[in-house]
């Protein structure tokens, strides 16, 4: 392992840039999620759970124990106020609550800022180990990805982060400190929840200590079931409307915007009903491909996984991208750069439509972006063919890759 002080000299004009670019984005403004996070943050001063009281986080636990945190510093530190957001709840919660006008501090967005870019630094550290020093330049300095981390301030790199060092402890057999990353991936965000099923096809008696990551994610969510409130719950409320099925709807039962880009194809053939098998046709292919993956490298299972998750996605949103970077960036460095420039374009477009608070976003889209829902059926196609270019034991890039 390269010493830390090794990759900032190696990596120093990089990082530079992106430093500078995100503290830049971070006058200018920021996407949606941003108020979503500050309403998280300012919520659970007064209420342990967030599960079922707003529908914009639909994750693990870790993210939002980390918001609170940071809202906490900011109050604690009196930053500069630098945005209002109006915080309305459904009729159901306590009137206190269901109309609130919310002010987010300077520091919180400056603590956030910097809090995820210290995981793009992990990310750039480990790609470098894992693969080689362009693939970590190139998601360093990728505009796509600053503007999913600095200007969405979107949590994805940490989980992005957290499972590339499960995958680089897995590979020098680490086996707790590897359990230890899957799980804190998993209770970021649960984009892997089929990848310990995927190492138990590959070894069963070697990987099946990665079951217990399950046991782990689900626990992470029970103190959310019996606490809603630091206080007493609100006679408005049952542990029903809160507890449990809060979690099942904001986290298990989400969907993104587009549903079912792959399937959605079917319209064409008057097919009506693909919505009501979508989802078991996306648990099925991805065991499918897990079993068929079983003889390839982790670290090429892994790439696959990453591709078949986006190109078999119940649902599509424009920063799923962030996920599949790295291997279209090692399947073409052209069309890696290509994509990402074009849906740079996008979140950034949208991020500044959201600021500016025009109200018609579906005009928008069409005006920025014509038939985007085809785009993103274009990209699922594209991502499952390179995924099959890899089940076929193709290398994506023999110049590009160190481990495949």
Known sequence: MKSIKHIFEKFK????????????????????DFYSWAKIGYIKQEYFSHYGVMRQYNYGPLFSEALSIFWKISEFTQSQIIDTTLFAFPNSYPV????????????????LLFFIFLFDLIILYLLNELFNSRVASFWIVNPYSILISSFWLREDSIMIAFILLFIYFHKKDRTSFALLFLCLSMITK????????????????????????????AASFVPYIFRFSNKDIPSSHSL??????????????????????????????????????????????????????????????????LLCIVGFTPGFQANYLLYVLIPLYLYSKN??????AYFAIIVFRVGNYYSAEINDFSTFLNQLNIYPALIDTLICIFCIFVATKLLKNTSLDNHSSKHL
Request: no cysteine; aromatic share 20%; net charge positive.
């Open 13 to 32: 004009v990089q990082i530079a840039i992106s430093l500078i670019v995100r503290i830049s984005l971070f006058f200018i403004g920021n996407g949606l």
């Open 96 to 111: 206190s609550l269901e109309s609130i006008t919310i002010q987010i501090g300077f520091n919180f967005k400056l603590i």
């Open 190 to 217: 649960h984009l892997f929840i089929f990848f310990p099923i995927w190492l138990i096809f590959k070894n069963f008696k070697k990987n099946i200590i990665y079951l217990s990551s399950y046991i782990i994610f």
């Open 240 to 305: 029903n409307d809160i507890g449990i099925y809060g979690i099942f709807n904001d986290v298990i039962n989400y969907r993104a915007s587009n549903q079912y880009p792959l399937l959605s194809l079917l319209k064409f053939f008057n097919v009506d009903s693909y919505e009501i098998w979508g989802s078991l046709f996306f648990y099925l292919v991805m065991l499918i491909i897990g079993y068929y993956s079983k003889k390839l490298t982790t670290t090429n299972s892994f790439l696959i996984y």
């Open 335 to 340: 069309i890696g750069v290509l994509i990402s």
